[in-house]
Structures are given as C-alpha cells and as structure tokens.
C-alpha cells in the first residue's frame, strides 16, 4: 500500500509561482511513475506532468516551459514548480503513484 501527502497549494495572482510537493509512502517499488493532473470546476482531470525514477518527464502542452516536476529519491517526494501562472491554471491539484493511487488533492487559485 503507498499512500501520498500533498502540499503547497493556495492563492497567488498571475504571474506568480508554487510549489507543491508530494510525498510517498509505504511499499514503493524500484521503477515508479509519479504526476500531478489537476481538475477544474466543471471538467475532466488532466494530465499535467509525470516523472519517472529513471528521469524522464513528460508535461501537458499548456504547461510546458512554466511548470517543472522533479523528484528526490532519497525522500520518495516528487515536486511541481509551477511558474507563471494563470487563472486557467486553477484547479485542484493530484498526485498520483502510478495511476494507481491518489492524493487527497491540493486547491490553486490563480487570481488577481
């Protein structure tokens, strides 16, 4: 079982920069894939970004170049550096391990 902890989310205006972080635990395997979607009011959840242990990254075409997703092993924590932002880039954030298990979920709000 793998359980993961979130944080980092809030209110910022456009423009302005998060970070969130998530945080793994329990029987995490050697090769893993970890991401963050997110889930505005209203539509579907979306990928944002995903990373994997060995490194590679993939991100949704409306985040590349703003947002940047980074993982240290050592403490099973994948983050989201997100910069830029813009009020469509409101929604509640996920993490997930593997698409298998979720956060709770973390709100940003980009608003001026």
């Known amino acids: 079982q793998v359980q993961l902890v979130e944080s980092g989310g809030g209110l910022v205006q456009p423009g302005g920069s998060l970070r969130l972080s998530c945080a793994a635990s329990?029987?995490?395997?050697?090769?893993?894939?970890m991401g963050w979607y997110r889930q505005a009011p209203g539509k579907q959840r979306e990928l944002v970004a995903t990373y994997t242990r060995s490194g590679s990254t993939n991100y949704a075409d409306s985040v590349k170049g703003r947002f940047t997703i980074s993982s240290d092993i050592v403490k099973n924590t994948v983050y989201l550096r997100m910069n830029n932002l813009k009020p469509e880039d409101t929604a509640v954030y996920y993490c997930t391990y593997q698409l298998e298990v979720w956060g709770q979920g973390t709100q940003v709000t980009v608003s001026s």
């Open positions: 329990g029987r995490i395997i050697s090769i893993y894939v």
